[in-house]
C-alpha cells in the first residue's frame, strides 16, 4: 500500500510537471487584475508606514479611474430609473468580494431610500453563507449563476448588474447570459480594460485601477472601485425617484433611534420649527418626513399633501409648488430653476 500510494504521489508529481498549462491559466495570465504591480515589489520587506504609504497612494488612483466612466454609469443609472418606474427591479450578481458588495448596497436602500427590501436585492455565488464565508469553488459555474436568476423570479421588466473585477467569473457570466435571454436589462462593473469587454450587455462600466499591491488581491483597489460604483447608481436613481429633497434623505424609515432623530433634524433644516413642533408635525403624518415637509411649505393638510406628492411621483420640490409630474415623460430637473 505504500509503495502504490508513492507511485501515485509520483505520478501525480510527473503530471503537474509535465502537463500543458489549462486554458485559465493562460486566461488569467493576461487579465490586468492578475499583473504584478511595480510599485509594491518590495511591500514584503517594507515597514508598517511604508506598507501604508504603498496602498494609500495605490487608492489614490480609483476615484479617477471611476470619474473616466461617468457617462457609462449614467447609462446604466438611466436604464436602472426607467425599469423602477415600469415597476422593475435590480438585481446585483457577484461572487466573492463582488457579491458581498452587492448584497451591501442593497440591503442599504431601504433604510436610506424607503424602497421594498425587494426592489434591489443581490444574488451571491454560494448563497446566503458566502456572504459571512468564503466559498471560493461556488463561482466555478455558469449554470448556478442562471438558475439563481431563474430562482429569483427575475421578468423582462429587471435589471441585473453582474460585478466581476475580472470579468470572466463564471457564476456572474451565467446570470448576465440568462438575464439576456429573459429579456430583462443587463449591466456589468469591472476592472479590466473595454477594449477587452466582450460580454454582450446594455451597459458596461470599465473602471481601470491597474494592478493590485498584492497580485491578484480585488478586494482592494478593484473592490473599491466597484462600491463607488455601486454607490453612484443606487444614490443617482433613487433621487431621480424622488427619495431626496435638497441633499437630505426623505423616505428615509425610522426603524432605530438615530434615523428618528434624523427624520425630526430634517424637518427642523427645512423648516426652522423647533425640536417639539417638529416631532409634532411627524407624528401627525405618521412619521413620514415628505408629507410632513409638504404640509409645511405649501400649508396645506395631510390628504392634500399626499394628492400633491402622488402627483408629483414623490417629488417634495413639486408637490410643495403644487405641480405635476409624469415620469414617462421628460427629466424632472427640467422642471427645476438652477
Given at each position: 500500500?505504500?509503495?502504490?500510494?508513492?507511485?501515485t504521489a509520483l505520478l501525480c508529481r510527473h503530471r503537474l510537471v509535465m502537463s500543458k498549462p489549462p486554458p485559465l491559466f493562460k486566461e488569467l495570465e493576461k487579465l490586468a487584475t492578475e499583473q504584478r504591480n511595480p510599485r509594491s515589489m518590495q511591500i514584503d520587506t517594507a515597514s508598517v508606514g511604508d506598507i501604508l504609504r504603498i496602498m494609500?497612494?495605490?487608492?489614490?488612483l480609483v476615484p479617477a479611474a471611476v470619474h473616466a466612466e461617468l457617462a457609462y454609469i449614467e447609462e446604466a443609472v438611466n436604464v436602472i430609473v426607467r425599469a423602477f418606474r415600469a415597476g422593475g427591479r435590480l438585481f446585483y450578481a457577484g461572487a466573492g468580494t463582488s457579491g458581498r458588495l452587492g448584497i451591501l448596497d442593497a440591503s442599504e436602500c431601504p433604510p436610506t431610500f424607503g424602497s421594498p427590501p425587494e426592489m434591489v436585492q443581490g444574488l451571491i455565488a454560494g448563497g446566503r453563507a458566502a456572504v459571512f464565508t468564503s466559498q471560493e469553488g461556488a463561482e466555478d459555474h455558469e449554470e448556478s449563476g442562471a438558475r439563481a436568476v431563474q430562482e429569483a423570479g427575475i421578468t423582462p421588466r429587471d435589471v441585473v448588474c453582474g460585478i466581476a473585477a475580472s470579468r470572466r467569473t463564471p457564476y456572474v457570466v451565467g446570470a448576465v447570459k440568462m438575464a439576456r435571454e429573459i429579456g430583462a436589462k443587463t449591466l456589468f462593473v469591472t476592472c479590466t480594460p473595454r477594449a477587452g469587454f466582450t460580454l454582450p450587455v446594455d451597459v458596461a462600466m470599465c473602471p481601470v485601477v491597474g494592478p493590485e499591491v498584492i497580485m491578484g488581491s480585488t478586494r482592494l483597489k478593484s473592490g473599491t472601485a466597484q462600491k463607488l460604483v455601486l454607490n453612484m447608481l443606487t444614490t443617482a436613481s433613487f433621487i431621480r425617484m424622488g427619495k431626496v429633497y435638497e441633499n437630505m434623505m426623505v423616505d428615509l424609515q425610522m426603524t432605530n433611534a438615530k434615523l428618528v432623530e434624523r427624520s425630526r433634524r430634517t424637518i427642523m433644516t427645512v423648516t426652522g420649527l423647533g425640536y417639539e413642533e417638529a416631532a409634532q408635525l411627524l407624528r401627525a403624518t405618521d412619521g413620514h418626513v415628505?408629507?410632513?415637509?409638504v404640509m409645511h411649505l405649501a400649508g396645506v393638510g395631510r390628504e392634500e399633501a399626499g394628492t400633491r406628492l402622488a402627483r408629483a411621483s414623490g417629488f417634495v420640490r413639486l408637490a410643495a409648488l403644487g405641480e405635476d409630474y409624469d415620469p414617462s415623460g421628460a427629466d424632472p430637473s427640467a422642471h427645476f430653476p438652477h
Open positions: 500500500m505504500r509503495r502504490l500510494a508513492r507511485l494609500s497612494e495605490e487608492d489614490r415628505k408629507t410632513a415637509l
